[in-house]
């Protein structure tokens, strides 16, 4: 590709991979290794000129000092290393503490807690910082008013983040790591006094703009959904999209759309460069017209909220249209790569988030693939030259994205190139339409036809994704992705989107190795699927669920029969489907004893306390369950159990009664309610 600093790239490449192990492992003497490093790539530089043999070893040291440096920026930015930081301290967690803090994002509230992030100021009267989740109760009567920059200071507990406790859960401690919190804090709404924040936040004057356009809005006709999708398309705010809405997107493969990206920042890219193009005429519009794009582009940002992901895609095309305005010769990957760099310069937990990898995945593909896709065809016309830029943008950046989308979201919607042709267009339309309705109801001069047009065209918009989202034969869920097929498959579209004209051997050799190793990994993987076979005692509260997964088939066992469809649906067995890749789902009565690979005999006793008295040459394992009244040292006379598990719906009384028992008796003991789900093949071998 002409004007790529190839250089350039792989430094910013290396410095990534040097961000990553910052997180994973630490280096002894990395600052001295960094040090020396860097001399001896300055030194062999010099030399170089000279002797040309060593060029390599310049080379090598040279990229061991950019990896240092990425691997410094991650530790500075690591919370171990702030002496200041609540990790540091010795707090009591899950007691009342006393704490002060500065709100500094606004979350979606769920039914039971208002959430916001907040900056810790002091933690039981000991000065502290970091970032904490704050919980605030939600009841009918108390209805919590903070906005950013408020102080808060109170009571409440303080929460650790836990691990998963079925073992396909979302890991959320995982996920609050990678945005920098490490705890929660708990309280009630009476436990708190807020102080209003009287001095100039620009995070929460943003804030109030939003809400009093949002009022604003509410003064005209449009419909209460209509104003959400405004809320959600211009100023960075979907809390108030309703669920159904928000399937239907989902559905139709353009759930991208309902949060503020790359897609939006990019379009109002493209009015702002149509707005300005009448500037092109005067060498003083020349030198004019990339500061207006960038006043427009940042402008559009601050009306978003400035959120992370609008923030990141305000930079990323930053760089790419001063790249482009300025005339400069350089090529587009070259501003992609500078403006990865320098977000994660900033904030280096930032290359963990699913929107940050999305994002620049689909302007990857977008700036390397879509302009070969375009020259497959020739259009004459304008309306197809629109809509053929229109797919081939879509299939570049839907090739490019896949394996991600595939491993994090395991479903794929086969109607997703019809619903981006149909609704492309229009969005332009809705963003630049809506930035006018927005002005005008600001100033108080939004005529009713407008308004009319406006709600219209949002209607239709609605109706039309609920169409596309209607055809559930075209819903792939529930598929097996790994992260050896994830891996797999990025080397695939790697080699696709720098296939180069001019090697083309080099190319098309690459591209068919890869593609074919990843066909063998495939088979051998979904070779294994069908062959599974895994028993899994679930961790459900109030309820005992044994999943018996073989294949893609789950046969779930419960006592819970009478609800088996809201069962189905249930976020514990969905998340179970996604990592197992299953597709069928039959709910079944518990049995009162099952055989698991010829390894373990397991017996089911309920709260009748019948067991069969019966000996076997497996180790015997016993599942109590709704708190049996039984003579537990007779059970382990007759039934020689090794092990024993209590599950969720049993008194915390008898729990501990059966423990103290099981250890008299040498008998192991695990408890579902404490100790979470339980993987029979996880278990080490009973003797």
Known sequence: MRFLNYKFILFTIIFGIGVILGFHITIPYALLGFILSLLIGITTHFIVKKHRLFLSLNYVFINISVLLLGYFNTQVHLPKHQEQHYVNSKLTYN??????????????????????????????????EGKVLLKIDRDSISKIELNIGDLVHGAGELQKFHAPENPQNFNYATYMAHQNVYMAISAEPSHLSINKNQ??????????????????????????????????????QRQNISDKTYDDFKNAGVIHILAV????????LLILNA????????????????????????????????????????????????GMLLQKRTNSLNTLFMSALVLVLI??????????????????????????????????YYIDRLFWGIITVTLAAQFSILPLSLYY?????????????????????????????????????????????????????????HWLGSFEQFQFEHILFTKTLLWSSLIVVLCACLWSRYAKVKSYIA?????????????????????????????????????????????????????????????????????????????????????????????????????ENTQHQSPTIVVISESPKLNLERLITDLKPKLLIASTNNYKSYVERWRETCEANEVSFYSIYEEGALKFSEIKKLK
């Open 95 to 128: 007691t009342p503490s006393a704490f002060k803090l500065k709100i500094t994002d606004k979350l979606k509230p769920n039914a039971f807690n208002y959430k916001f992030y907040a900056q810790v100021l002091e933690v039981n009267n000991k000065k502290l």
């Open 199 to 236: 001095k100039f936040n620009l995070f929460n004057s943003l804030d109030k703009i939003r809400t009093n356009l949002r009022n604003q809005l509410k003064q005209y006709s449009f419909k209460e959904e209509n104003i959400s999708l405004i809320e959600a398309f211009l100023l960075g």
């Open 261 to 268: 990206s790359g897609l939006h920042v990019g379009i109002i």
């Open 275 to 322: 707005l300005t193009h009448f500037c092109i005429y005067t060498k003083f519009g020349r030198r004019l017209r990339p500061f207006l794009i960038l006043i427009g582009l940042w402008g559009f940002a601050f009306l978003a909220g400035l959120s992370p992901s609008v923030f990141r895609a305000t930079v990323m095309f930053s760089f790419l249209s001063l």
């Open 347 to 380: 904030n280096p937990f930032i290359i963990f988030q699913v929107g940050f990898q999305l994002s620049y995945l689909a302007v990857f593909g977008i700036v390397t693939l879509q302009p070969r896709l375009y020259k497959l065809y020739e259009p004459r």
């Open 409 to 465: 979201f395991n479903q794929f919607s086969g109607v997703f190139l019809l619903a981006n042709i149909l609704i492309l267009p229009t969005l332009s339309l809705i963003l630049g339409f809506g930035i006018l309705v927005l002005l005008l109801a600001k100033l108080g001069w939004l005529p009713s036809i407008l308004v009319e047009a406006y709600d219209f065209i949002l209607t239709k918009l609605r109706l039309l994704i």
């Open 511 to 611: 591209l068919n190795i890869s593609f074919a190793i990843l066909c063998l990994l495939i088979f051998f993987i979904y070779r294994d699927h069908q062959s599974q076979d895994e028993l899994i005692l679930l961790k459900a509260y109030n309820s005992l669920e044994i999943a018996h997964i073989k294949g893609a088939q789950l046969n779930l066992h419960t006592n819970r029969l009478h609800d088996s469809t809201q069962l189905k649906q249930s976020y514990r067995i969905q998340s179970l489907a996604n990592v197992y890749g299953l597709q069928s789902i039959e709910v079944k009565a518990l049995a009162y004893q099952y055989n698991y690979k010829k390894k373990f005999k397991i017996h089911y006793i309920d709260s009748t306390g019948v067991y």
